[in-house]
């Protein structure tokens, strides 16, 4: 029974005919987080089946694809591939209206987090990568403020701006927001889908009013890994970094983000609440044996899969 479920979810990925070896791809050289260039190679395929390859810094433990989609083939990617991608691989239409839903549970747990940990609260909130706005959209209502959401994907945005957000089409690495600030920063669900995470979590930064916060949340490899049984059911191309608590951590460090409080997802996501900070690096050499475990970790489950 499993084998027809494994074989009929490989045919409905065919069926979207992304011919991902044909699509234009760039080799990365060094990690974005510690600047290394020794990686180990962990994994050679996708939960799609698709020859993705993904590597993990030997020096910090991030994981990320290399080669991996060029920016303009993300773009096409997320605008004609993703969700009838995901659409397939789950066997359920996944689109801009049916979304929503699993948006609307994971919006309520945040505010109830947000409710508890906020120093005050906000009046006005920008989410980044925030798809038909219903995480701003909850927040905005939770505590009374204005909504701003920034995302690629321009019919994902009608809807956020049907409800009454503003939005702006676009990377938060790409956006000049001149002299706007936000009481309240979100990147739910996101970091993982970025090309430069250095440089968002940057821009993220800019954004933050004077005493103002921001919350993101990363999906844990290792969690994922071990929910799949194997390093390739975590792996997807729509996915080009692979975090961890440790390395999201200092990415925070590094951009001068420090965190205020945090909270485990049932799902394996790692979310922080976060305050500005002074940038400072983080300390590489203690974080080498956190990336021994990773792939520790990864070489356990794949020594399992074997017997």
């Known amino acids: 029974m499993v084998l027809v479920s494994i074989e009929q979810r490989a045919a409905r990925i065919e069926a979207v005919g992304y011919d991902y070896p044909a699509r234009a791809r760039e080799s990365i050289a060094a990690c ?10 962990v994994s050679r395929r996708d939960r799609y089946g698709f020859p993705a390859e993904l590597r993990i810094c030997a020096r910090c433990g991030l994981g990320f694809l290399s080669p991996r989609l060029s920016a303009g083939e993300y773009a096409a990617f997320y605008r004609d591939v993703y969700r009838p991608l995901v659409s397939a691989y789950h066997g359920r239409t996944i689109d801009a209206q049916t979304v929503q839903e699993e948006q609307r549970d994971y919006a309520a747990g945040l505010v109830e987090f947000l409710h ?7 009046s006005t909130v920008m989410d980044i990568g925030g798809s038909t706005g219903i995480v701003a959209g909850a927040v905005r209502d939770a505590f009374g403020a204005r909504a701003t959401v920034l995302d690629p994907a321009p019919d994902e945005l009608a809807v956020a701006e ?4 503003e939005t702006v089409t676009g ?3 790409d956006y000049d927001p001149g002299a706007r600030r936000w009481d309240l920063v979100l990147l739910c669900q996101t970091i993982d889908h970025l090309l430069d995470i250095a440089a968002t979590l940057d821009a993220l930064r800019a954004m933050l009013a004077e005493g103002g916060v921001a919350f993101v949340d990363a999906l844990d490899v290792s969690f994922m890994a071990a929910r799949r049984g194997s390093i390739e059911g975590a792996v997807k191309i729509d996915h080009p970094y692979y975090l961890t608590r440790a390395t999201a951590a200092a990415y925070f460090e590094r951009a001068g983000l420090r965190p205020l409080a945090e909270r485990m997802s049932g799902d394996g996501h790692w979310g922080f609440l976060l305050a500005a900070a002074a940038p400072r690096e983080p300390d590489w050499d203690a974080m080498t044996p956190s990336a021994e475990r990773l792939l520790d970790e990864l070489w356990r489950l794949r020594a399992a899969a074997a017997d």
């Open 171 to 173: 990377f938060a690495e």
């Open 116 to 122: 508890g940990t906020l120093p005050r609260p906000p």
């Open 162 to 165: 049907a409800a009454g957000m």
């Open 32 to 41: 974005n987080l510690c600047g290394c260039a020794h990686t180990v190679e």
